[in-house]
């Protein structure tokens, strides 16, 4: 007897794919590390100690972005540099001003937590460490000190031994004059206005809300707040301002309350 062995073929036909991993991605700043150097110098202060006239500060920092895009381990890498204009001698006081401008990129860093992409590695978000140097260009603030009265005086910033012998507690009081909170927040709400023309929203939020911090009685300042928060549907804030706006004799603040807001 015969035995057939029957062969049968099976052929399949399809795709052969492999897997492979996705390159790595470092961490980005949402609108580009240029955009965030911009955001530095709109958000930087004048120093607290008004002894000395000083070109710019650096100050290098190493933080960590979350694999959720937040900001935390803010630390200040190597020496922070303050450098001078038209001094040749050393200030007592330096150490007063690196302090202060240490603690300020600190707070602008904190600012910025959510306007990073997290670091990838093989498409999965994953926390990472970034370092970059915080640049600030710091500028007169007055020309002329108050002294009693309604005397004034030229303030000699060429001189150093002058500045040197000021009383320093009558300088914190002429810095305080000049640089008040309403000045403070018309600034911020101008450079607020000009992210919100560039479409940079969460910039112009971060802007926009130092602002009402420091003048919350301007009914401009509380529109412009409203209609941020309300493009980013933060809603209750957004009314919130659109409300105290009304209050304030706003009618289109009112107009768009009673529109959007129960």
């Known amino acids: 007897m015969k035995q057939f062995i029957v062969i049968i073929l099976f052929c399949f036909s399809g795709t052969l794919t492999y897997s492979q991993p996705q390159d790595s991605k470092p961490i980005q700043f949402i609108y ?4 965030l150097d911009s955001l530095i110098l709109d958000l930087q202060m004048f120093p607290g100690d008004a002894m000395m006239d000083i070109s710019f500060v650096k100050i290098p920092l190493v933080f960590t972005i979350t694999d959720s895009g937040k ?7 190597g020496n922070s540099t303050v450098k001078l204009a038209g001094f040749t001698g050393k200030p007592r006081n330096e ?14 860093c904190k600012m910025t937590e959510g306007l990073w992409i997290p670091a990838k590695e093989n498409g999965n978000p994953i926390s990472d460490t970034i370092s970059h140097t915080f640049s600030f260009s710091v500028q007169r603030t007055y020309k002329k000190v ?3 009265g309604n005397n004034f ?14 009383p320093t507690d009558r300088i914190y009081r002429d810095m305080s ?3 008040t909170n309403a000045l403070l927040g018309k600034r911020y709400h101008a450079n607020s206005t000009k992210y919100v023309q560039r479409n940079q929203l969460l ?44 209050i304030l004799g706003d009618t289109e603040a009112e107009q768009i309350k009673n529109k959007y807001c129960k």
């Open 32 to 35: 580009g590390i240029n955009q």
């Open 177 to 179: 004059k000049n640089m």
């Open 203 to 246: 910039i112009a939020e971060i802007l926009i809300d130092i602002a009402k911090l420091k003048l919350d009685n301007n009914v401009d300042l509380l529109f412009d707040h409203g209609i941020i928060k309300q493009k980013l549907n933060k809603l209750n804030e957004a009314c919130d301002s659109f409300a105290k706006g009304a």
């Open 95 to 108: 150490r007063l001003i690196k302090k202060y401008f240490e603690s300020q990129s600190i707070e602008i």
């Open 153 to 166: 005086i030229d303030y000699n910033y060429d001189n150093y031994e002058d500045i040197e012998n000021y």
């Open 146 to 148: 108050f002294t009693g």
């Open 71 to 77: 900001v935390k381990d803010i630390k200040i890498s």
